[in-house]
Structure formats: C-alpha cells, structure tokens
Nanobody, 128 residues
Framework: QVQLVESGGDSVQAGGSLMLSCAVS????????LAWFRQAPGKEREGVAA????????FYGDSVKGRFALSRDNAKNTMFLQMNSLIPEDTATYYC?????????????????????WGRGTQVTVSS
C-alpha cells in the first residue's frame, strides 16, 4: 500500500522560504511520477511541480518557476520542495501525489485527476 506523508508547512512572512517534504512508502521501484499540488480556499487545485522518482528533470507551474525547486533523495524515499521568495499568493494546502509512470510528461504532469495516491496535505501560509 502506497503512503505519502507531507511535512514542513508553516506560517512565514513574504520573502521567506520553506522546505516541504513528501515521504513515500509502499513502492518497490522508482517507476512513479511525484507531483506537488496546492489548493487555496475557493480556488482550483493547481499543479506546482513534478519529478520522476527514477530520473529526469522537474516540471514547474508558471507561477512558481524560478522560486521553487524539487529534488529527490531516493535513499530516504523522500522528495523535497524548496520554496523561496514566498508571496501571499502561495498560501494554500500543499499535497503530494503519485502515479505509476515511466516518466513525468510535460503535457500532463499537472493533471491532478491522473494521480492515484495522495497525502493529507500540509498548510503553508504566507503573510504580507
């Protein structure tokens, strides 16, 4: 059974940084794509970033490019989302999600309906 556990959410001031973690368990190999999504009250779920567990480069949503960076530590089965230069618009609940795939594809990584496994989320609040 695949389980995802997010951590690292907090309240910070604009301009600050946070690192979110997603601990993954239950996979026997690295053939999955992991993505971070976020959702603020009253807004649609938004793809933040995605990275394949095995290899390849990360994809980022337009609103976070240049500010967020996704990395993996396969020895710890954990992916990290480093968030810099945070702005109030980044305030949301952040979720990590996975889907079986040989790669994260540029044309569909942000389609949340394609992801099977989800964590419970971690809250990020950015104040101005």
């Amino acid at each position: 059974q695949v389980q995802l556990v997010e951590s690292g959410g907090d309240s910070v001031q604009a301009g600050g940084s946070l690192m979110l973690s997603c601990a993954v368990s239950g996979y026997t190999d690295t053939d999955y794509c992991l993505a971070w999504f976020r959702q603020a009250p009253g807004k649609e779920r938004e793809g933040v970033a995605a990275l394949h567990a095995g290899a390849g480069s990360a994809f980022y949503g337009d609103s976070v490019k240049g500010r967020f960076a996704l990395s993996r530590d396969n020895a710890k089965n954990t992916m990290f989302l480093q968030m810099n230069s945070l702005i109030p618009e980044d305030t949301a609940t952040y979720y990590c999600a996975t889907k079986l795939s040989l790669a994260c594809w540029g044309d569909d990584w942000s389609q949340w309906s394609r992801y099977i496994n989800w964590g419970r989320g971690t809250q990020v609040t950015v104040s101005s």
